[in-house]
């Protein structure tokens, strides 16, 4: 196997074989990476799933948007001219970039599953997110997303705890300033020498650029859109990391995660990034109204 150059690419590779085993005929895969940046899960995922699948029909598109502001102007043709380099195959017809507020350029019905790495912290509408993911996903279909929780103690991008927590971006520039004078953030590696400019820009990122949402939100959110959702994958990921360190080769399947996993995740979501599983579970059907009479 190709060696990822994240982690949280190989885990979300392996939710997505774990969730889709048995249920993707043929081998037949296609894959959406919603907010692909600058589309490495992609080039990883296009290396990758084809060893995992020898001989199956792989149909991998990506899409992210021009209007969020939390990447810099130009940033798709390089991810574009990137992944045509790391895959040899030209890209420019299975990337997109397309606004917010866009429906996503995909049939309904289309896609096996749905991705994202470190996005979800980042969507201003989870409706409108997962009402798309529900309606391009098939029956069957599953959506695995990597991302940061409300709930995480120190905030990721800028290494300052609870500065996520506060609402107002005063409070929140004053806990940036805080903490990266008792050394604690990321001010100093950032070699800026002005913390009150800092912690003010810092603080608008955080206002305009990122939306920290709960379990108990996004999982509202998720059954709006009719799709069932689980975190219990969230654990795996850390077991994931200690492998690594542990030199263990990595795995590509996980065990079905059960209600511990789900205690475990409740615990973590504290720590680190969580794992959102989306499932459009069809399976419930009326009974017929007017049963035959039993003779
Ligand atoms: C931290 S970057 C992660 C990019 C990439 N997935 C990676 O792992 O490097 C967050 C990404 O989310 C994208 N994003 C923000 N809102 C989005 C939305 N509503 N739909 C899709 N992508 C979105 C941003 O444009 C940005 O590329």
Same mark, same amino acid.
């Not at 391009?136 to 991302?147: A, C, D, E, I, T």
């Not at 609402?167 to 950032?190: K, M, T």
């Given at each position: 196997?190709?060696?990822?150059?994240?982690?949280?690419?190989? =885990?979300?590779?392996?939710?997505?074989?774990?969730? @889709?085993?048995?249920? #993707?005929?043929?081998?037949?895969? +296609?894959?959406?990476?919603?907010?692909?940046? $600058?589309?490495?899960?992609?080039?990883?995922?296009?290396?990758? @799933?084809?060893?995992?699948?020898?001989?199956?029909?792989?149909?991998? =598109?990506?899409?992210?948007?021009? $209007?969020?502001?939390?990447?810099?102007?130009?940033?798709?043709?390089?991810?574009?001219?990137? @992944?045509?380099?790391?895959?040899?195959? #030209?890209?420019?017809?299975?990337?997109?970039?397309?606004?917010?507020?866009?429906?996503?350029?995909?049939?309904?019905? +289309?896609? &096996?599953?749905?991705?994202?790495?470190?996005?979800?912290?980042?969507?201003? $509408?989870?409706?409108?997110?997962?009402?798309?993911?529900?309606?391009?996903?098939?029956?069957?279909?599953? #959506?695995?997303?990597?991302?940061?929780? /409300?709930?995480?103690?120190?905030?990721? =991008? @800028?290494?300052?705890?609870?500065?996520?927590?506060?609402?107002? +971006?005063?409070?929140?520039?004053?806990?940036?300033?805080?903490?990266?004078?008792?050394?604690? /953030?990321?001010?100093?590696?950032?070699?800026?020498? &002005?913390?009150?400019?800092?912690?003010?820009?810092?603080?608008?990122?955080?206002?305009?650029?990122?939306?920290?949402?709960?379990?108990?939100?996004?999982?509202?959110?998720?059954?709006?859109?009719?799709?069932?959702?689980?975190?219990?994958?969230?654990?795996?990921?850390?077991?994931?990391?200690?492998?690594? %360190?542990?030199?263990?080769?990595?795995?590509?399947?996980?065990?079905?995660?059960?209600?511990?996993? /789900?205690?475990?995740? %409740?615990?973590?979501?504290?720590?680190? #990034?969580?794992?959102?599983?989306?499932?459009? &579970?069809? +399976?419930?059907?009326?009974?017929?109204?007017?049963?035959?009479?039993?003779?």
């Amino acid at each position: 196997m190709p060696a990822a150059l994240s982690l949280t690419h190989q =885990h979300i590779l392996a939710v997505v074989e774990s969730e @889709l085993a048995g249920r #993707s005929p043929g081998g037949r895969l +296609s894959l959406l990476d919603a907010g692909c940046g $600058d589309g490495l899960l992609l080039g990883y995922l296009a290396r990758a @799933l084809p060893i995992l699948r020898p001989g199956a029909e792989l149909d991998l =598109h990506g899409f992210d948007v021009g $209007d969020h502001g939390v990447q810099q102007a130009g940033y798709f043709d390089r991810t574009i001219a990137d @992944l045509d380099a790391a895959t040899g195959v #030209s890209w420019r017809e299975r990337l997109a970039l397309i606004s917010e507020r866009d429906p996503w350029p995909y049939a309904d019905a +289309s896609l &096996d599953a749905v991705v994202s790495n470190q996005v979800l912290e980042h969507v201003a $509408d989870h409706g409108r997110f997962f009402a798309e993911t529900a309606r391009v996903l098939r029956p069957g279909g599953v #959506s695995v997303h990597l991302f940061p929780l /409300g709930h995480v103690a120190v905030e990721p =991008h @800028l290494h300052v705890p609870f500065a996520h927590w506060f609402g107002g +971006s005063d409070a929140i520039a004053d806990a940036i300033r805080w903490s990266n004078r008792l050394g604690i /953030g990321r001010f100093r590696a950032a070699a800026e020498t &002005d913390l009150d400019r800092y912690a003010r820009a810092h603080a608008d990122f955080l206002v305009r650029f990122t939306n920290y949402r709960t379990m108990a939100t996004l999982i509202a959110e998720a059954k709006r859109a009719k799709l069932h959702a689980t975190f219990r994958y969230t654990p795996h990921y850390y077991t994931a990391k200690l492998r690594a %360190m542990a030199g263990k080769p990595a795995r590509y399947r996980y065990a079905v995660p059960g209600a511990l996993h /789900g205690l475990a995740a %409740m615990a973590l979501r504290y720590v680190s #990034s969580a794992t959102l599983v989306l499932r459009k &579970d069809e +399976s419930y059907s009326l009974p017929a109204l007017h049963p035959e009479p039993v003779p």
